[in-house]
């Protein structure tokens, strides 16, 4: 157990909604991140918060969106969804690392998304 | 061509065999780690590696800065280890620590 948890685990939903993936990271981690894991794609760097501010953008889709809360937990949001968007969602959390270092990230266990 | 490169894909070997997977990448980095992931999809931190050699139980990383290459050997390998392992590095220059990812390597162990 890493730590970092996912809600929820499983997600059906159909194509045009919306929806939201939580993500809490381990106590006092400071650094959010979002990945996706596509069959045809593979893991992608989706985007990274730290400390409630948006830190770096990957391969983020312009309908999808992300935010930190103050007591540090994660939200992912998907709208406007389309087939393709099924995938799972890995969250993952580090802590602060001095003088600009880079610290161990931990995964959560994901969110496996499913558009009908 | 993607970032990080892996060999092999896909891995079937007899338990107790030694396995080595490598992982090759184009960019700078200031990190490399190695993931494994299981049928179900968790994803575990095996190591992370910045240079040198890091060993844990029956696994051992490597990594050659100046060659951009890392290698993940397993020793005396058990049907558990079967899973799939993932080579990804952060790229150094600071800012984004998102990591970048290889394809995987499909690893079965016999028993």
């Known amino acids: 157990d890493s730590g970092v948890t996912q809600t929820p685990k499983h997600l059906i939903t159909a194509t045009g909604q919306r929806v939201t993936l939580r993500c809490s990271p381990r106590?006092?981690?400071?650094?959010v991140y979002w990945y996706q894991q596509s069959l045809d794609q593979g893991l992608q760097f989706l985007i990274q918060?730290?400390?409630?501010?948006?830190?770096a953008k990957g391969n983020i889709l312009e309908r999808f969106s992300a935010q930190q809360f103050p007591d540090l937990h994660s939200e992912l949001n998907l709208s406007s969804l389309e087939l393709g968007d099924s995938a799972l969602y890995f969250c993952?959390?580090?802590?602060?690392?001095?003088?600009?270092?880079?610290?161990?990230?931990?995964f959560g266990p994901g969110t496996r998304l499913t558009v009908l | 061509k993607n970032e990080v490169e892996q060999s092999p894909q896909n891995l079937t070997a007899q338990e107790g065999e030694f396995i080595t997977i490598n992982c090759s990448y184009s960019?700078?980095?200031?990190?490399l780690h190695w993931l494994q992931q299981h049928p179900g999809g968790g994803i575990v931190s095996l190591f992370m590696?910045?240079?040198g050699k890091k060993k844990h139980g029956r696994l051992i990383a490597t990594i050659n800065i100046q060659e951009k290459h890392s290698s993940l050997h397993i020793t005396a390998s058990h049907p558990r280890d079967s899973a799939v392992y993932i080579c990804?590095?952060?790229?150094?220059?600071?800012?984004?620590?998102?990591?970048?990812f290889g394809k995987g390597t499909h690893l079965i162990i016999q028993p």
């Open positions: 993952a959390s580090s802590p602060w690392a001095s003088g600009g270092g880079y610290n161990e990230q931990f």
């Open positions: 106590s006092g981690d400071l650094s």
């Open positions: 918060y730290y400390n409630g501010e948006e830190r």
């Open positions: 960019v700078g980095i200031s990190a």
């Open positions: 590696l910045s240079s």
């Open positions: 990804a590095v952060r790229a150094s220059g600071g800012g984004a620590d998102g990591l970048t």
